[in-house]
């Protein structure tokens, strides 16, 4: 048999008749029941006899291969070795959105039970995995989605809760009276559609950077009465005022009190808009010279405090800029604190870590997050060594990329670019 069945040999995929699959299956060497479940014309019986092999090695073979028969899954699914449930999770979560109809209905049962099993899984990774895959199927079962959703690992939990279409507005008010994991109502405030009442949930919540991306999100139905609430709000709570004065269809009322108190530079912003009426234009207008000043003195201490604001940002760019280059030389300078910095608003710290990181200039930066390019934040995070799921993170809440625009994972984890593309749009931004 190892004459006529050598490694070479059999390597080689040559037809194999029934008899001699059930011989190799039971072959004392891994490596060769191995080769014998990375085949796809083998009896599904064999393949199911191969689910239960003592080598992890086999049985992640027998995961991944694309004839393993319905019912091996549940076995693999309580499987002892993390690597062989990991591949499970990521083969049955990409088959759901591929099979047609009849395949459907007629595995339905079966994958869902897996399914379940897997969202219920002891290891991150394991659920993880059929998160960031799940996040956005339409297929998916219902009921894993909102298991997944309610996950006490923000890992888990934050992709479901931003894309999954099949969460309801009921799923998500019961999901925020819960108190979701550290990042999950931000991760609902960015939503493709955020209902009025889910809106009104996360305000009640009073989570400040959830209320934030809310605000950012101009896909979020907001009440008015509410949009006044936070107006006021936003006195305290300064990181409100930006999207707030940028947020669409801006009612009367909000427009004319934001511009009593925001900062110059988004009072420049809410007269220059195109859709105030006429006579809320005008009120932002008069509040506008009130507070620029029609008179010397009121310039001169508008210009002196400028040059006060211009020399503290100065300092603050230089004390950032030290902080970035000694955690890169600590090896400190990781996704995880970049990720921090985003979620507080840092914008500098974090164009100064994806230029240190991926070795591109500052001003290349720059000009990707001012072109609010998907392509080009994702070829930057893709140079700088993290993951694309922080490069969809960074075109929201970094470069402002529309909801509509933004460019996703392939198959919920890998970059949807090649490498040659990405190189070039980098050379691209560059010259």
């Known amino acids: 048999m190892l004459r006529m069945f050598g490694l070479a040999g059999f390597g080689a995929n040559a037809a194999l008749s029934y008899e001699e699959t059930k011989e190799l299956a039971r072959h004392p060497s891994a490596k060769v029941r191995r080769s014998l479940a990375n085949r796809e014309d083998i009896r599904p019986e064999v393949l199911y006899y191969l689910a239960e092999d003592e080598s992890p090695e086999v049985r992640r073979s027998i995961a991944v291969n694309a004839n393993t028969p319905a019912q091996a899954y549940l076995l693999l699914a309580h499987d002892r070795d993390d690597k062989v449930r990991c591949d499970l999770a990521l083969k049955i979560s990409r088959l759901m959105p591929e099979l047609s109809q009849d395949e459907h209905d007629r595995l339905q049962q079966t994958t869902y039970e897996v399914l379940e099993v897997l969202a219920r899984d002891q290891l991150t990774k394991v ?12 297929a998916a079962p219902p009921g ?69 991306e809310l605000l950012a999100n101009p896909s979020a139905q907001i009440r008015e009465e509410t949009l006044d609430g936070l107006v006021e709000g936003s006195i305290q709570v300064e990181e409100w005022q930006s999207p ?30 195109d859709d105030l009426d006429p006579e809320t234009l005008n009120e932002v207008t008069e509040v506008m010279h009130r507070r620029l000043g029609d ?58 870590a994806l230029a240190i990181k991926s070795g591109v200039p500052k001003r290349v930066v720059d ?20 993951s694309m799921r922080f490069a969809v993170q960074l075109q929201t809440r970094f470069a402002h990329v529309g909801i509509s625009d933004v460019l996703n994972a392939k198959d919920g984890v890998d970059y949807p670019l090649s490498k040659d593309e990405m190189e070039w749009l980098i050379e691209f931004f560059a010259t």
């Open 127 to 138: 659920r993880q995995i059929l998160a960031e895959t799940l996040k956005d199927v339409t």
């Open 144 to 212: 894993v989605i909102r298991r997944l959703a309610m996950d006490s690992e923000p890992s888990v939990a934050q992709p479901v809760l931003e894309f999954s279409p099949l969460l309801t507005d009921e799923d998500l008010l019961e999901i925020i009276k819960s108190l979701p994991v550290n990042g999950g109502l931000s991760a609902i405030s960015r939503r493709k559609e955020v209902s009025s009442r889910v809106s009104d949930a996360i305000v009640t919540a009073d989570d400040v950077p959830a209320i934030t």
């Open 244 to 273: 707030l004065a940028r947020r669409p269809l801006l009612p009367r009322n909000a427009a004319r009190k934001l511009a009593t108190f925001v900062a110059d530079s988004l009072l420049r912003e809410l007269r220059n808009r």
């Open 295 to 352: 008179d010397g003195e009121a310039a001169y201490n508008g210009a002196a405090t400028e040059v006060l604001d211009q020399a503290a940002m100065k300092m603050a760019a230089e004390e950032t800029l030290r902080t970035v280059r000694q955690l890169h030389a600590d090896d400190k300078l990781d996704e995880d604190r970049v990720a921090e910095a985003l979620g507080t608003g840092n914008h500098e710290f974090v164009t100064l």
């Open 367 to 386: 000009r990707v997050s001012s072109a609010q390019s998907a392509k080009g934040i994702t070829a930057l995070v893709w140079k700088a060594g993290f």
